[in-house]
C-alpha cells in the first residue's frame, strides 16, 4: 500500500488544495449503513446501502485525527485491512471507495480496484497538523495571512506569476526522488490557469487539477468550485479513474476560496503558504522553486 503524501491543500488556489479543519465539536451522528470493520473505540467503517455490490462506498470514522496521521496512518492499515475482509465476504465486490471522517469532516480518502491487483490509492491527511488548525480557530488578533503580508519577506503573487512565464514549471516540495507536485501557472488574460500534476497512489496515476484563479492584494487565490480534476496514465478503469477524481473533488470543495501566499527566501527559493477564506493558515508552508523543464514527480511513499 502506498500513500499520497501531498494533500493540495497548500495549493488550493494553485490547484483547489484539499482542506481539514479537524475542530472541537462534538462527534458527528454516525453515518447510516452496516458496520463492516471496527478496530476498537479508534476507528468504524460504515458501508452504505447496498453494502454488497460490484461499488462499495465506506465511510472510515475516528475516534481522533491522530488516526489520520502519519506516514501510513491508523486508517489507511485500517481500510487495508477491511477492504480484504469483505473481499471474502462480499466476492462480487469489484471496487472500495472509502473517505475518512473526524468530526464530520474529511480527513482522507481512498480506493481499492480489483483491476489494479486491490491497490491502494489514498489521500492521506500526514500533511495536517490538527492541533494547529485547533490553536488557529480559536486565535485573536491579526490573522496569518496579515501576518505574512506584513513580513519583509512577502513576495507578491504578481512577481511569481510574472516569473512563470519564462520559468514554467513549479516544483513543491523537492527531494532526490523529485517533486511532490509540478504546477504550471499561465496568464490567461485578466486570471491566471494554475495547473497541478501530482501522482495519486502506486501505479503510475496521476491527478491533474486545474483551477482558474485571480492575483488579489498580493496573494494567488482561486475558487474550489471552478477547478477541473482529471486523472492521467495508470491501469485504473475508466470509472475508477472518474470515482478516483470524484474523491479529490470532495476533498478540495471543504473549502470553497483558498489563497497562497508567497515569501523570498535568500537561497532564491519560496515558501508558499495557504489560507482559508478568513485568513487563517491551512497547514504547515511549503518550499518551492522555479524550473525551466519539467522534473520527475516523486513517487508516494
Known amino acids: 500500500m502506498r500513500l499520497q503524501r501531498w494533500s493540495l ?3 488550493s488556489a494553485l490547484a483547489a488544495g484539499f482542506s481539514v479543519a479537524a475542530d472541537a465539536q462534538a462527534p458527528a451522528a454516525p453515518p447510516p449503513g452496516r458496520v463492516i470493520g471496527r478496530s476498537g473505540a479508534d476507528l468504524v467503517a460504515y458501508a452504505a446501502p447496498p453494502a454488497c455490490a460490484p461499488r462499495v462506498v465506506v465511510t472510515i470514522v475516528g475516534s481522533n485525527p491522530q488516526m489520520f496521521s502519519g506516514g501510513v496512518s491508523p486508517a489507511a492499515r485500517f481500510f487495508g485491512g477491511v477492504r480484504a475482509g469483505h473481499s471474502l465476504a462480499c466476492p462480487q465486490m469489484t471496487r472500495m471507495l472509502a473517505k475518512g471522517l473526524h ?3 474529511i480527513m482522507f480518502s481512498a480506493m481499492s480496484d480489483r ?3 486491490w491497490e491502494a490509492v489514498i489521500l492521506g491527511n500526514s500533511l495536517i497538523d490538527s492541533a494547529t488548525e485547533n490553536r488557529l480557530g480559536t486565535r485573536t488578533g491579526p490573522s496569518d495571512q496579515v501576518l505574512l ?3 519583509p519577506s512577502f513576495l507578491d503573487a504578481q512577481k511569481v506569476v510574472a516569473q512563470a512565464q519564462s520559468t514554467p514549471f513549479l516544483c513543491v516540495n523537492r527531494s532526490a526522488a523529485g517533486c511532490e507536485v509540478i504546477s504550471r501557472i499561465e496568464s490567461r488574460g ?3 490557469l494554475v ?3 501530482y501522482r ?3 501505479g503510475g496515476a496521476l491527478a491533474v487539477v486545474a483551477t482558474p484563479s485571480q492575483v488579489a492584494g498580493g496573494l494567488l487565490c482561486g475558487d474550489t468550485r471552478s477547478a477541473n480534476v482529471t486523472i492521467e496514465g495508470g491501469n485504473l478503469v475508466a470509472d475508477a479513474r472518474a470515482d478516483l477524481a470524484e474523491q479529490i473533488r470532495e476533498r478540495i470543495l471543504q473549502n470553497e476560496r483558498v489563497c497562497t501566499g508567497f515569501q523570498g527566501q535568500p537561497n532564491g527559493t519560496m515558501t ?3 489560507f482559508d477564506g478568513g485568513g487563517r493558515r491551512l497547514r504547515t508552508p511549503n518550499p518551492a522553486q522555479f524550473s525551466a523543464s519539467a522534473l520527475p514527480l516523486a513517487v508516494p511513499q
Open 9 to 11: 491543500l497548500c495549493l
Open 272 to 274: 508558499m503558504h495557504a
Open 115 to 117: 483491476n489494479n491487483d
Open 190 to 192: 485578466s486570471s491566471v
Open 195 to 197: 495547473t497541478n500534476r
Open 200 to 202: 495519486a497512489g502506486g
Open 103 to 105: 468530526n464530520g469532516s
Open 149 to 151: 503580508l506584513r513580513t
